[in-house]
């Protein structure tokens, strides 16, 4: 991690980037989710969550780090204009964007996990700070909503997603 992420999403989050069986299989995935998610508007929506999870499983990626991105970005509108978690974001609809998330997440832990030395890497800051990472998921993530490296204004994507993250599995 770095001096910047809080405790808590390192410790939720750190080690889960591939963990694509967090919670067993598809249905599983789906019917937990949806039961553990009162108040955040999913009911009606399980064939979304069914997408996330087939994606984070085409891409080894923990599909309730693809699901919390899509609340964070888009407060879990399937029909929102703007891709969700997308590195080349090019408004196609969710099956689309969801497969663009979930390969772009891929994309940068495979950078890291092919890139580091030692079982750390650096990006380097342009806003001063020293930013080093010793997991891939946590790499990915600052790569995509920079709070080290780099200011982009979106400071509450970490805390919407340790919420999201741990109220999917009913923590």
């Given at each position: 991690g770095s001096s910047t992420d809080s405790p808590e999403f390192l410790e939720l989050l750190t080690g889960q980037g591939r963990n694509?069986?967090?919670l067993d299989g598809r249905s599983t995935f789906v019917s937990t989710i949806v039961a553990n998610?009162?108040?955040l508007s999913l009911t009606g929506k399980e064939s979304y969550l069914g997408q996330i999870y087939d994606a984070g499983i085409k891409y080894n990626v923990n599909p309730l780090i693809v699901a919390g991105?899509?609340?964070t970005e888009s407060g879990f509108n399937p029909n929102l204009a703007y891709p969700f978690g997308c590195l080349n974001p090019n408004d196609a609809g969710f099956s689309e964007n969801v497969l663009c998330a979930a390969g772009s997440l891929n994309q940068l832990m495979s950078?890291?996990?092919s890139h580091n030395i030692g079982g750390t890497l650096e990006i380097p800051s342009t806003i001063g700070n020293t930013c080093v990472y010793t997991d891939p998921f946590i790499y990915a993530y600052e790569m995509y909503a920079p709070i080290c490296h780099a200011e982009d204004g979106n400071w509450a994507a970490r805390g919407n997603l340790v919420s999201f993250y741990?109220?999917?599995q009913g923590l």
């Open positions: 694509t069986s967090v998610s009162s108040g991105i899509w609340g950078s890291f996990e741990k109220k999917f």
